[in-house]
């Protein structure tokens, strides 16, 4: 079965200091691979997706991520921390091997603090 | 245009009580999603309607859940009757074709607290 795996369930950053949230994903076929990030008592909201167009994908935000098959990482960057980046962040495949759905497989996700 | 709509936002029940969720997609969009999301952990996927039929239903407890998607628009999720380890948020998401690729759109999601 599909897998992701985030590793640091928190990540704390300095305000205007570079973010980097980790993914790696298990699948021996090409994935769909998404970000989602949730704000406190709302719902999840894409930030970014890989769908095989482009290694280095650009999201909402000023959030990109590049996919790296050799190393199944689909990481997710920032340069310069705001206040407002503080939520918690999900990693997310598409299950492959599911013959009948297309549901999200997600990572148990990372909680991202923002200093000033 | 409108996004995906919950309601309840927030419940609170004794266990062994029933209780149910709805949910209405974005406009058009054919693939309606019901996920569970435990305190800590990412969600996960419960039902996956697409228009008014059942796609993939493999990991809903169903002694205990339902649900169901009338006129391929809303739907509501069930629990009857419910215990201790169903507190979580319940999110509904919609895409509009249900493809592998496509974007899930979620809602805000129901608090079910069970005491």
């Given amino acids: ?3 992701v795996t985030q590793l640091g369930s928190h990540v704390s950053v300095s305000e205007g200091a570079l973010v980097l949230l980790r993914c790696n994903y298990s699948s021996s076929v090409p994935p769909y691979l ?3 990030v949730q704000y406190p008592n709302q ?3 894409l930030l970014l997706k890989y769908t095989s167009a482009a290694t280095l994908v650009k999201g909402i935000n ?6 790296k ?6 990481h997710l960057t920032k340069p310069s921390a705001h206040m407002s980046d503080a939520a918690e962040y999900f990693c997310a495949v598409t299950d492959a091997f599911n013959q009948a759905g297309t549901a ?3 990572g148990k996700g990372t909680t991202l603090s923002v200093s000033s | 245009e409108a996004g995906v709509a919950q309601s309840p936002r927030y419940k609170i029940i004794e266990k062994r009580q029933s209780v149910a969720f709805w949910c209405n997609p974005i406009s058009g969009h054919a693939t309606l999603y019901w996920y569970q999301q435990i305190l800590g952990q990412g969600p996960k996927l419960l039902i996956q309607f697409q228009n008014n039929g059942v796609v993939d239903d493999s ?3 169903k002694d205990r859940f339902s649900a169901e998607r009338l006129k391929g628009v809303d739907s509501t999720l069930k629990i009857q009757p419910a215990k201790l380890e169903d507190s979580a948020v319940y999110l509904c998401a919609s895409s509009f074709v249900g493809g592998r690729e496509d974007t899930q759109y979620f809602g805000p999601g129901t608090r079910l ?3």
Avoid at chain 1, 62 to 67: C, K, M, N
Avoid at chain 1, 69 to 74: A, R
């Fill in chain 1, 62 to 67: 000023g959030f990109e991520a590049e996919f």
């Fill in chain 2, 113 to 115: 607290t069970v005491l």
């Fill in chain 1, 69 to 74: 098959k050799s190393e199944t990482s689909f």
């Fill in chain 1, 34 to 36: 998404f970000w989602y």
């Fill in chain 1, 43 to 45: 719902g999840l909201q």
């Fill in chain 1, 1 to 3: 079965a599909q897998s």
């Fill in chain 1, 104 to 106: 999200l497989i997600f």
């Fill in chain 2, 59 to 61: 990991q809903l407890p």
